[in-house]
């Protein structure tokens, strides 16, 4: 094939992707109303008193056991404040007990980090506010790729803002949808495909809470959100809907423009070795928490 010729196809290419892109947007628009309820903003508290928005967890249920999912190091701040959420404008103090992934040589090496927090109790404040997600809910054993479509939801620590005369916080959840990260990408940042799933990331493609195309904000604050499956381009576009849980976002790469995240496999694998009644309930799932010395290994606080 010719250069004009492979620009053209290339132009072509791009043309029809555009397209589609902008027909998922459509489609999709329902169910990120709908998979907002999954989630809930994570605070702890000040010196003062005041709440500060420490991340984002994702809500799950599996039979009778309620878990908040989120990124290990939002689970640290409970070493040192009592963890909240919020519920019609009310700070709700959450109580149960944390398993997190560890590293020996210290959170900043831990490539999984995530963190799973069972629920003592979930109050009818919080199921009026919150869905939980089941099962049916996850993207089980799905391989991260380029033509897959994800979106990622959170809030934003900078768009949460103290309402003043009260100990409240105004939040703005946020969601950005784009496609996978290339496989040089991976390999640029050594990650896994078996257990990491990066996205790619440009600010100005963002959606507001109401729909409107914005520039996103320092996503601090994002981390513990869904990163959820929407389409695989590489079905038919009346197959390529998939909408459903692929992972936890934990991380964002600036200078690659990534938003990466761990696998929802980690987080069954999580719950399946700290909650063995449950375990066989669970979908089976390659991924393996427990490791050498070296690597993340469950650890727990309450």
Not at 32 to 47: E, N, Q, R, V
Not at 225 to 239: H, R, V
Not at 246 to 272: D, F, Q, R, W
Request: glycine letters at 6%; a positive charge.
């Amino acid at each position: 094939m010719t250069k004009p010729m492979q620009e053209e196809a290339q132009e072509e290419f791009n043309r029809r992707l555009v397209m589609r892109q902008q027909e998922f947007k459509k489609r999709n628009s329902d169910e990120l109303d709908a998979i907002k309820a999954y989630h809930c903003p994570i605070f702890g508290a000040k010196p003062n008193g005041h709440p500060a928005l420490v991340g984002t967890a994702t809500c799950l249920r599996f039979g009778d056991a309620f878990f908040l999912a989120s990124a290990a190091h939002v689970f640290d701040e409970c070493t040192s404040t009592s963890l909240y959420t919020v519920a019609n404008q009310k700070h709700l103090l959450l109580e149960g007990t944390v398993h997190k992934t560890r590293c020996a040589t210290g959170r900043g090496d831990d490539t999984i980090d995530i963190g799973v927090l069972e629920l003592n109790e979930v109050t009818d404040q919080l199921r009026k506010v919150y869905s939980f997600a089941s099962l049916n809910k996850l993207a089980v054993n799905e391989t991260p790729a380029r033509n897959k479509y994800y979106a990622i939801l959170g809030y934003p620590a900078t768009k949460a803002r103290p309402i003043y005369g009260t100990t409240t916080t105004a939040l703005q959840m946020y969601s950005y949808a784009d496609f996978g990260a290339s496989d040089t990408a991976y390999s640029t940042l050594t990650l896994s495909k078996k257990g990491s799933i990066a996205v790619r990331f440009t600010k100005g493609r963002c959606l507001s809470e109401t729909g409107s195309q914005v520039v996103f904000p320092d996503p601090y604050g994002m981390s513990g959100g869904g990163i959820w499956l929407l389409e695989d381009m590489s079905k038919p576009f009346a197959q390529s809907h998939i909408g459903k849980l692929a992972g936890i976002a934990i991380e964002y790469h600036k200078n690659k423009s990534l938003l990466v995240g761990t696998s929802v496999e980690a987080v069954i694998a999580a719950i399946a070795h700290n909650y063995p009644s449950i375990a066989s309930d669970l979908p089976s799932t390659s991924f393996r928490v427990v490791s050498p010395v070296k690597s993340p290994v469950i650890n727990h606080c309450s």
